[in-house]
C-alpha cells in the first residue's frame, strides 16, 4: 500500500510563493514517476506538472510553465513543487499522485496512468 501525504498549502497573496511538499511511503519511491494535479471548485482535476523516476524529466502545463518548478528528493521520498508568481486562478486543490508505470521512460500526463494520489492540499490565491 502506497502512502502520499501533501503539505505546505495555505493562503497566499498574488505574485506570492508556496512551496507544497509530498511524502510517500510504501513503495520503491525512486522507481517511479511522480505528477501533481489539481482541481479548482467546479472543474475537472488537470495535469499542473510531472517529474520521471530519475528527476532528469520534467514537464508542466501551459498554465504553470515558467513559474511552477517540480523537484524531488529521492532519499527523503519526496517530492516537491515550487510555486512562484501566484495566481488567483491557481487556486484549488492540489494532488500528488505516483505513476503506476515503474521505471517508465519519461513521464504521463494522463490522469489515469496514476494509480496512488494523496489527500490533496488547499491553495488559495487572493487578489
Known amino acids: 500500500q502506497v502512502q502520499l501525504v501533501e503539505s505546505g498549502g495555505g493562503l497566499v497573496q498574488a505574485g506570492g510563493s508556496l512551496r507544497l511538499s509530498c511524502a510517500a511511503s510504501?513503495?520503491?519511491?525512486?522507481?517511479?514517476?511522480m505528477g501533481w494535479f489539481r482541481q479548482a471548485p467546479g472543474k475537472e482535476r488537470e495535469f499542473v506538472a510531472a517529474i520521471s523516476w530519475s528527476g532528469g524529466t520534467t514537464y508542466y502545463a501551459d498554465s504553470v510553465k515558467g513559474r511552477f518548478t517540480v523537484s524531488r528528493d529521492n532519499a527523503k521520498n519526496t517530492v516537491y513543487l515550487q510555486m512562484n508568481n501566484l495566481k488567483p486562478e491557481d487556486t484549488a486543490v492540489y494532488y500528488c499522485?505516483?505513476?503506476?508505470?515503474?521505471?517508465?521512460?519519461?513521464?504521463?500526463?494522463?490522469?489515469?496512468?496514476?494509480?496512488?494520489w494523496g489527500q490533496g492540499t488547499q491553495v488559495t490565491v487572493s487578489s
Open positions: 499522485a505516483a505513476d503506476h508505470r515503474r521505471l517508465r521512460v519519461g513521464v504521463t500526463i494522463a490522469l489515469n496512468e496514476y494509480d496512488y
Open positions: 510504501g513503495r520503491t519511491f525512486i522507481s517511479y514517476a
